[in-house]
Structures are given as C-alpha cells and as structure tokens.
Nanobody, 120 residues
Framework: VQLQASGGGLVQAGDSLRLSCAASGHAFSSYTVAWFRQAPGKEREFVAATRWSGKYTFYGDSVKGRFTISRDNTKRTVFLQMNSLKPEDTAVYYC??????????????WGQGTLVTVSS
C-alpha cells in the first residue's frame, strides 16, 4: 500500500481545511487508516483513525469535536476535515495504514506528510 497525503496549506485561526490520503494497492478498503501529526520540536501525535468500514472512528483529545475522519473506499481515499483550526494545530500531518484493527497501531504504511500552518 502506498499513501499520498495532500490538502495542507496556510490558513487563519478559525478556518477549515480538508486533508486527503489517497492509497494505491489492493485491500486498502480493509485497512485501518489514521492521521498523525508532528509539530516542530514535538513528538508525533495521534489525531484520528477509522477502521475499514468507516463506521468506527477515534480521535485524539485535542481534536475531538473539531476534526472528522471519513473514508471513501470506492476511491481508496481517507479524509480529515479540520474545522475551527487553531495555531496549535500547526504541524506536518501524516496518514498511515495497517491491516489490523487496533487504532493504536502499529502502522506499517506511511504517507509523505502534508504541512498545515494556522496563523493567529
């Protein structure tokens, strides 16, 4: 499975942004997919995850109520809708995938990351 993250950019606080993670390779529809982020000088942080059907979703505490993860298995794409963005959301966002169902991982497949910058 190869993952391609896109959709990052520079926005102002309070704005919205939608990230996409496009996958190639078969069996993607059965994979658990997650978004992580890493801000400069900080450790990588779990953002959100969705199991294969998209029915079960999980979020990190810092984004609950603001971010929504969804997937379209027919397009092999997972989305991260980010609303009410804050400057502390500034980070490189990575999508990751794994064949198992545990949202904590381990994730064996990673995209290249897309930068989100939120100005105050």
């Amino acid at each position: 499975v190869q993952l391609q993250a896109s959709g990052g950019g520079l926005v102002q606080a309070g704005d919205s942004l939608r990230l996409s993670c496009a996958a190639s390779g078969h069996a993607f529809s059965s994979y658990t997919v997650a978004w992580f982020r890493q801000a400069p000088g900080k450790e990588r942080e779990f953002v959100a995850a969705t199991r294969w059907s998209g029915k079960y979703t999980f979020y990190g505490d810092s984004v609950k109520g603001r971010f929504t993860i969804s997937r379209d298995n027919t397009k092999r794409t997972v989305f991260l809708q980010m609303n009410s963005l804050k400057p502390e959301d500034t980070a490189v966002y990575y999508c990751a995938a794994q064949a198992g169902s545990s949202v904590t991982g381990p994730y064996g497949y990673w995209g290249q990351g897309t930068l989100v910058t939120v100005s105050s």
